[in-house]
């Protein structure tokens, strides 16, 4: 953190930058290698052009710190014959287009810290890099390469050891004996995900007790969680993921008192959720793809610091524990594809921050209903609530207070992706888009959508979706829901996919749809719609598919041709239009108002003059306007004959 800052004493001009990130451009000056007396070089995160060659900073006998990572350009790491390189205490060479250990590592008997993450380096570990640093490195780097393998860890005071997203093989690195003894071991940080690394998680690892973070995640490992990583109590960050890991989760991480991060997503772990979870320091769990029973924990307390809960596709039973209303900082609840069997948990809608709720393919069963909240749900975006037994109409006061879903016109939202502010972990959800399931990755903080498909329930869609303008996706298909589509959903200008298919509307197709230029996915099919299908770009792209059993309709793409007498729907909008308000709605009916108002009374005034012939001087005017009329339809008349017969 930034303590003091100095920029006096100099020729700066312009405005000071809102960040002093910096973007340097052209080559390395030579005069830098003249500097005899430096100890510190760090030119890393810059846009340098070019390549640069490392044995010219052997010239610098004292330097201790050399930090050239993420520069922009291919840093060569041979040495000439006969040259020699200063004794570093820490080397920074990431993403600097290395194919190859440096050979100045050969001589680097006192480096404390090494970063070659990033680079192009493949195949095995060389013997000779066992030889460095033996006694003094702490921290090492080889993440993001091609390695296959590595034989042993013979660094003795190593604390943070970085090998993810390379290509190993076989079993995890043995821990040497230094390692494994308790009051010897140093291991804090260590990162093996992304490899394909088989077999179990050795019970060596019990011995760190100084383990704070452990990913193993994206391998091939097996066997279960070791009892005994609840040894590691300082364990803050555990990351399993995506292995075939089986077995309960153990009672022992109950110990790890500083557990944030838990990740055991996509293995095959059994048995209950332990209760001590929800009275714990979690902030991310995610326990998705497992085959996890019974019901989840029942008590999350008042400190309950819980941001992503994530258990799609277990087994689990019972009801929501109400008590994770305590939780308050929760953004995302993914409780889909499990067995859960109650109401529909209104108690959920005062969570000031909960963005993602999905509650697809349960038991869920019942009437939605109002609620009591004044704004309910005011940051939720992604609701989920498909292939349940929900009842009853469609949650109008929900849908008119999703606000996080309207847009406004201040684009004071800013566009990232939903992650976890303490880790590198980025939500995901899976869920039906397009027509397609689908598992996003990423989720971007802009992106909204409501999936209410294969439920029970009934009535009329609401003019009221309208108003979420936001909506990038709406399904509602599988019910059986009546009346026609309002032609207020022409508001959802970002609206790539839209499902109404099998339920039971009529009427025609608003014409206003035609007006979505984003619609990429349309479903109609299997209602009882009639009439002819609108025409646009987007609409002329939709196939047979989307009007399928709806023997009322007609037109393009479909073989029927629509009659003479079927004129398509009029444009003027008849729903809720976004910008409309009480006043301009009010002034509109007392226009019409006044228009009847005024037929009826002239219609009635003239009646009256023609029967009595008062007042004279009206009924007078009228005659003369009638005359003259008269007498310019018979000359017409006479002319028109005329023509006629010259033409005979």
């Known amino acids: ?66 930090i050239l990572s993420n520069i922009s350009l291919s840093v060569s790491t041979k040495l000439t014959v006969n040259s020699s390189f200063p004794n570093l205490w820490a080397l920074g060479l990431s993403a600097c287009n290395i194919s190859e ?12 810290w090494l970063d070659l993450s990033e680079n ?29 393998s590595i034989d042993h860890l013979p660094w003795k005071n190593l604390e943070f050891l970085t090998l993810d997203s390379n290509l190993l093989q076989g079993s995890l690195p043995n821990l040497p ?21 088989e077999g179990p998680l050795p019970p ?73 979870l929800g009275n714990s320091t979690l902030e991310v769990l995610d326990m998705r793809m497992n085959k996890f029973s019974g019901s989840l924990p029942q008590t999350f307390g008042k400190s309950c610091v819980l941001v992503s809960l994530k258990l799609n596709g277990n087994r689990l039973e019972g009801p929501l524990p109400p008590s994770l209303v305590n939780c308050r900082h929760l953004e995302v609840i993914d409780v889909g594809n499990n067995q859960i069997n109650e109401t529909f948990p209104h108690w959920l809608d005062v969570l000031p921050e909960l963005q993602v709720l999905t509650l697809r393919s349960n038991r869920f069963c019942g009437p939605i209903g109002d609620t009591k909240t004044r704004v309910p749900f005011p940051k939720l975006r992604i609701i989920d609530l498909s292939y349940n037994q929900f009842t009853g109409v469609l949650p109008i006061w929900y849908l008119n207070g999703f606000k996080a879903m309207m847009r406004r016109d201040d684009n004071s939202i800013e566009v990232n992706y939903m992650r976890s502010l303490n880790y590198s972990y980025y939500e995901s959800i899976s869920l039906t888009m397009k027509g397609n399931d689908i598992q996003m ?10 999936d209410l498909s294969s439920n029970r329930f009934q009535g009329e869609i609401s003019e009221v979706l309208g108003k979420l303008n936001s909506l990038k996706s709406l399904n509602i298909s599988h019910n059986n829901l009546t009346g026609g ?56 792209t939709f196939g047979i598919d989307s009007y399928s059993g709806n023997v009322g309709l007609c037109g393009f793409p479909l073989s029927k041709i ?71 339809v018979i000359r017409r008349g006479r002319a028109g004959r005329r023509s006629l017969l010259v033409h005979l």
């Open 562 to 632: 629509c009659r003479i007498d079927e004129a398509p729907e009029p444009t003027t909008p008849t729903g809720f239009i976004e910008g409309d308000d009480a006043s301009s709605w009010f002034d509109w009916k007392l226009a019409m108002l006044g228009y009847a108002s005024g037929v009826v009374i002239g219609l009635s005034i003239g009646y009256m003059a023609f029967v009595t012939g008062r007042p004279q001087w009206f009924v007078r005017m009228i005659e003369r306007q009638q005359s003259r009329k008269l007498r310019r």
């Open 485 to 540: 589509i309002p032609s207020s959903l022409r508001n959802l200008t970002e609206l790539e996919s839209l499902d109404l298919s099998s339920n039971k509307l009529a009427g025609r197709i608003p014409t206003q749809l035609a007006s979505l230029n984003y619609l990429s996915v349309l479903n109609l099919s299997n209602n009882q719609l009639e009439g002819p299908i609108p025409g646009g770009p987007q609409f002329n």
């Open 441 to 450: 990755e990423r989720i971007l903080t802009t992106f909204a959508t409501i």
């Open 177 to 197: 004996p230094h390692m494994t003894y308790a009051k010897g071991c140093n291991l804090t940080y260590l990162r093996l995900s992304g490899n394909h690394l």
């Open 204 to 276: 060596s690892l019990s011995n760190c007790v100084n383990l704070q973070v452990l990913d193993v995640g994206n391998n091939n490992l097996s066997g279960p969680i070791p009892e005994c990583l609840g040894n590691s109590t300082r364990l803050s960050f555990l990351d399993v993921r995506n292995n075939n890991l089986s077995g309960p989760i153990p009672e022992c991480l109950g110990n790890s008192t500083s557990l944030s991060f838990l990740d055991v997503g996509n293995n095959s772990l059994s048995g209950p959720i332990p209760e001590y």
């Open 120 to 148: 192009q380096i493949r195949g095995r570990i060389p013997s000779w890099m066992w030889d460095i640093g033996v006694h003094t490195l702490f921290r090492l780097d080889l993440s993001r390469n091609f390695l296959t």
């Open 1 to 66: 953190q930034l303590r003091h800052l100095d920029l006096g004493n100099n020729h700066f001009v312009g405005k000071i930058p809102a960040s002093l990130d910096n973007q340097l451009i052209g080559s390395i000056p030579s005069s830098i290698f003249e500097l005899v007396n430096l100890t510190f070089v760090s030119l890393s995160f810059n846009n340098f052009s070019g390549s640069v060659e490392l044995y010219d900073f052997a010239k610098l006998k004292n330097l201790k710190y050399l």
């Open 101 to 112: 250990f440096p050979d100045i590592l050969k001589t680097q008997h006192q480096l404390d």
